[in-house]
């Protein structure tokens, strides 16, 4: 059928991998801009802040490139992205940088990896995993169910048991006292061991 054809191809899985290598390139795209704009604002009445800039050129550059690869590897999009700003003489490098768009574009490309594409992973890993769950359910259901009886009592039905059990007046218990299912609360927390034989 068309609509489970996506499962079978190479191409959803390629896009699923570029997807869920957002954390770890956002988390070091996080690092790279925060320790650049730091340095860059640290330095900038100091002639060190050419270098400061130059080198955070570099690393968004060299960040973006690597990005860039994993998207022609997964999804044959063939983009080459620039690591440095060129310029002339040492100040004419600085200028060079700051008024580079690309590296503009990097920066602002990194910041959305970082947070619109971690929350995106986020939650193609959440259906992933509650895909493979609901498919594997009749393999492990039982199991499951073995462990809750196991267990005894839910926890809501025993804190409503237990909140049933404390005097009419007492705080927080009042607004329950007399609730249609306050009594079955009781009941169930009381029988929850009635099966089970003493030795």
């Known amino acids: 059928m068309t609509i489970f054809r996506p499962l079978f191809t190479r191409d959803t899985y390629k896009s699923l991998l570029f997807l869920l290598a957002a954390p770890p390139?956002?988390?070091?795209?996080?690092?790279?801009?925060?320790?650049?704009?730091a340095a860059s604002s640290a330095l900038i009445v100091t002639p060190l802040v050419v270098a400061a800039l130059v080198g955070f050129r570099g690393a968004v550059g060299l960040l973006a490139c690597g990005d860039a690869g994993l998207g022609?590897?997964?999804?044959?999009?063939?983009?080459?992205?620039?690591?440095?700003?060129?310029?002339?003489?040492?100040?004419?490098?600085?200028?060079?940088?700051?008024?580079d768009r690309s590296f503009w574009k990097q920066q602002a490309y990194l910041a959305l990896r970082a947070t619109v594409g971690f929350q995106m992973a986020m939650v193609e890993l959440a259906l992933v995993a509650a895909?493979?769950?609901?498919?594997?359910?009749?393999?492990?259901?039982?199991?499951?169910?073995?462990?809750?009886?196991?267990?005894?009592?839910?926890?809501?039905?025993?804190?409503?048991?237990?909140?049933?059990?404390?005097?009419?007046?007492?705080?927080?218990?009042?607004w329950l006292h007399g609730s249609p299912g306050c009594s079955a609360a009781r009941g169930r927390a009381s029988c929850a061991g009635c099966s089970r034989t003493d030795p």
């Open 131 to 174: 895909s493979l769950g609901a498919i594997t359910y009749p393999i492990w259901y039982r199991w499951g169910r073995a462990t809750r009886s196991a267990s005894g009592p839910g926890t809501w039905t025993s804190f409503r048991a237990r909140l049933c059990s404390s005097r009419p007046g007492s705080s927080g218990s009042w």
């Open 72 to 99: 022609r590897a997964l999804l044959g999009v063939d983009v080459r992205p620039r690591i440095g700003s060129g310029g002339h003489g040492y100040w004419g490098r600085a200028k060079a940088v700051v008024a």
């Open 25 to 37: 390139i956002g988390g070091a795209a996080l690092g790279v801009l925060g320790a650049g704009w």
